[in-house]
């Protein structure tokens, strides 16, 4: 993960340093959500984090929801954090952000790479009198203490995954692969003491072999972590690798690092990344429930007419209602009242004003509301809300109004944004929601 030299900040268009903060709020550690939580979608990691500015424009611009951070570990590169701070951790996870916070100490023994400083140490690689490697365990749990600290000190919940960041090194070294399964299964063990959940980051060929080695042959010998960061750069998009079985961390515990160190740019904002793609936990939506039961997720929002299916009038008089926009009986006949709020409607959002319901009407009613950015990942209310709004505008759509973004919805969205040409990002950003409430179809 960090095998690339640190960059020059100068390098890193909006990238810049200061001390990480050493204490937080008094409500910041239970005003934040546990992070990442369950999520399926993309993620990016880099050594510095990146500042408020280039985090805000990527979040609207970029495919990425999720974000390595280094928070603790005396190897790592980037021992000075220019912007990592407990408002800037909180702000995130306020804009739907999922952070990842990473921890690299000592090494494996045997990595020729390591100590980086001289002066930082590596996994003790002494097996001890009972062959236990309990000096290597003391230093894991040691590092997983450090890592409490410093998440604590930037706000980050219990119940969130910390990462221990392990660099590929020769799994063919007993001494020196024992000794790390020992570290690692110490830092595990304590931060469930700590309430956390443990993530490893390591290469698929030996820091996760080791890991499935020991899952499939020695299951009860060692803490195995709750999560896996696979690197494994062959540009694939999901977290398989022939390194290790399908059936380890399956389903909900695997992530994998599918492209190395590289320049991304978004509207305007260049970082040297490596890119992520998550599969953690199983993404819900919340239940919704409308006009004490009124169903209004449909396939196909069609123009609606006093000959309409009673049920699809039943869900614009309710709709209505929500917005304030209607104040009668939600009785799925196309009434006086009914047409004077469609109308009323009609000319408050710059549409002809028809004695029928457009797609176009449909739009801007179910695009109405709360508009947050959101992409693969994104999962509640807002993310039905689009799913709506996208089955108004093209016959045929035919998304399930689920409240998790997920593929399906990325190429309906991409589909319509190519369509009435806006730029083709599968995001819903501001520019995207303004269009879907005016009404743009193609």
């Known amino acids: 993960m960090l095998l690339r030299p640190l960059l020059a900040a100068a390098a890193l268009t909006l990238l810049g340093g200061a001390c990480v903060a050493t204490s937080a709020p008094a409500d910041s550690v239970t005003a934040n959500v546990a992070t990442p939580g369950a999520f399926h979608g993309y993620g990016f990691d880099q050594c510095l984090a990146p500042t408020q500015r280039a985090m805000d424009v990527w979040l609207r611009q970029s495919p990425y929801l999720a974000?390595?951070?280094?928070?603790?570990?005396?190897?790592?590169?980037?021992?000075?954090?220019?912007?990592l701070t407990p408002t800037w951790v909180t702000t995130q996870l306020r804009n739907g952000?999922?952070?990842?916070?990473?921890?690299?100490?000592?090494?494996?023994?045997?990595?020729?790479?390591?100590?980086?400083?001289?002066?930082?140490?590596?996994?003790?690689a002494d097996p001890g009198t009972n062959g236990r490697y309990a000096k290597a365990r003391r230093q894991g749990a040691s590092e997983a203490d450090k890592a409490v600290a410093a998440a604590k000190a930037l706000g980050l919940s219990p119940g969130s995954t910390l990462w221990y960041d392990l660099e590929g090194f020769d799994a063919t070294n007993h001494g020196c692969r024992y000794s790390a399964m020992a570290f690692l299964s110490a830092w595990t063990r304590q931060l469930h003491g700590l309430d956390y959940v443990s993530g490893v980051y390591s290469s698929a060929g030996s820091g996760i072999w080791m890991l499935d080695q020991a899952?499939?042959?020695?299951?009860?010998?060692?803490?195995?972590?709750?999560?896996?960061?696979?690197?494994?750069?062959?540009?694939?998009?999901?977290?398989?690798?022939?390194y290790i079985s399908d059936a380890g961390w399956q389903p909900g515990g695997r992530m994998k690092q599918y492209v190395g160190g590289h320049n991304e740019r978004y509207g305007g904002v260049t970082i040297n990344i490596d890119r992520d793609y998550l599969s953690l936990g199983a993404p819900k939506a919340p239940v919704e429930s409308h006009c004490g039961g009124v169903p209004v997720d449909f396939a196909d929002y069609p123009r609606v007419t006093d000959a309409s299916d009673p049920v699809l009038v039943r869900a614009l008089q309710c709709l209505l209602a929500e917005q304030k926009a209607y104040a009668g009986r939600v009785s799925g006949k196309?009434?006086?009242?009914?047409?004077?709020?469609?109308?009323?409607?009609?000319?408050?959002?710059?549409?002809?004003?028809?004695?029928?319901?457009?797609?176009?009407a449909w739009m801007t009613l179910l695009a109405t509301g709360q508009q947050p950015v959101l992409k693969v990942g994104s999962t509640g209310r807002s993310v039905r809300d689009l799913q709506r709004a996208l089955n108004a505008a093209t016959t045929g759509t035919n998304l399930p109004v689920t409240g998790i973004f997920a593929t399906r919805t990325d190429a309906a969205l991409s589909a319509w944004q190519s369509a009435v040409s806006l730029r083709v990002s599968g995001v819903a950003n501001p520019g995207t929601w303004a269009a879907l409430a005016s009404g743009q179809r193609p």
Request: net charge positive; proline share 8%; glycine share 6%.
């Open 215 to 242: 899952r499939v042959k020695t299951p009860t010998a060692y803490h195995l972590p709750d999560q896996i960061w696979i690197a494994r750069w062959d540009g694939q998009a999901n977290t398989s690798t022939t």
């Open 67 to 83: 974000v390595g951070i280094y928070i603790s570990g005396a190897s790592r590169a980037c021992r000075v954090q220019p912007n």
């Open 334 to 360: 196309l009434g006086t009242r009914t047409l004077a709020s469609m109308n009323a409607w009609q000319k408050a959002h710059d549409l002809r004003v028809l004695p029928y319901w457009s797609r176009r």
């Open 97 to 124: 952000w999922k952070l990842l916070p990473i921890t690299l100490g000592p090494q494996a023994s045997c990595n020729p790479r390591f100590p980086r400083y001289g002066h930082d140490a590596r996994i003790s």
